[in-house]
């Protein structure tokens, strides 16, 4: 069963940082490409990233790029967003996605329960 | 960043059907598959269609999905009060080298 599980989301002041961590079982995490999507309250879904299976390629939104960065553990089958800069409208539900394919345009078919960032003073 | 259109609600009563739709441009939905997510109220979406329209396992076939040119349509058959959520489409935008995703929409059963 493939499960993603995502972490270290909380309360950050604007300017703070942040790293969340996804970790992922039940398939070979190196095979697939892997995504964040974000959700503002009350709001729609907003692509933030997606990395290639081996790492090597990275694409962002221009919302984010700059101060967000896409990594991967594939010896720990785990996925990562550091995020710098942070602002009131980073304020969101973060969701870790599974690409269906190595390469990133592919579906997201299966999503994490996703963190909580809160960029508040 | 450019997103897809969608109507922000639709509606329909048990048995009806329910189109929504996706407006996009060459550069997205015309040259890259389209998908459909589901998202109930406090929780993860859900993909409703894969590559080449694949449904996923526990997705009935009331659920299809098509396209043409710039727009795509997700058309639910024999709405059931189950359906009621919301509903968006994404695809891979080649000029932008982004995803872009719709701006989703509500379904509701009357």
């Known amino acids: 069963e493939v499960q993603l599980l995502e972490s270290g989301g909380s309360l950050v002041q604007p300017g703070g940082s942040l790293r969340l961590s996804c970790a992922a079982s039940g398939f070979t995490f190196s095979f697939h490409a892997m995504s964040w999507v974000r959700q503002a309250p009350g709001k729609g879904l907003e692509w933030v990233s997606t990395i290639g299976a081996s790492g090597d390629i990275t694409y962002y939104a221009d919302s984010v790029k700059g101060r967000f960065t896409i990594s991967r553990d594939n010896s720990k089958n785990t996925l990562f967003l550091q995020m710098n800069s942070l602002r009131a409208e980073d304020t969101a539900a973060y969701y870790c996605?599974?690409?269906?394919?190595?390469?990133?345009?592919?579906?997201?078919?299966?999503w994490g329960q996703g963190t909580l960032v809160t960029v508040s003073s | 960043q450019s997103v897809l259109t969608q109507p922000p609600s639709a509606s329909g009563t048990p048995g009806q059907s329910v189109t929504i739709s996706c407006s996009g441009s060459s550069s997205n939905i015309r040259s890259n598959y389209v998908y459909w997510y589901q998202q109930f109220p406090g929780t993860a979406p859900k993909l409703l269609f894969g590559p080449d329209s694949q449904r996923p396992s526990g997705v009935p076939d009331r659920f299809s999905g098509s396209k043409s040119g710039t727009s795509a349509s997700l058309a639910i058959s024999g709405l059931r009060s189950e359906d009621e959520a919301d509903y968006y489409c994404?695809?891979?935008?080649?000029?932008?080298?982004?995803?872009?995703f719709g701006t989703g929409t509500k379904v509701t059963v009357l």
């Open positions: 994404a695809a891979w935008d080649d000029s932008l080298n982004v995803e872009v």
């Open positions: 996605a599974k690409r269906s394919h190595a390469s990133g345009s592919y579906a997201a078919d299966y």
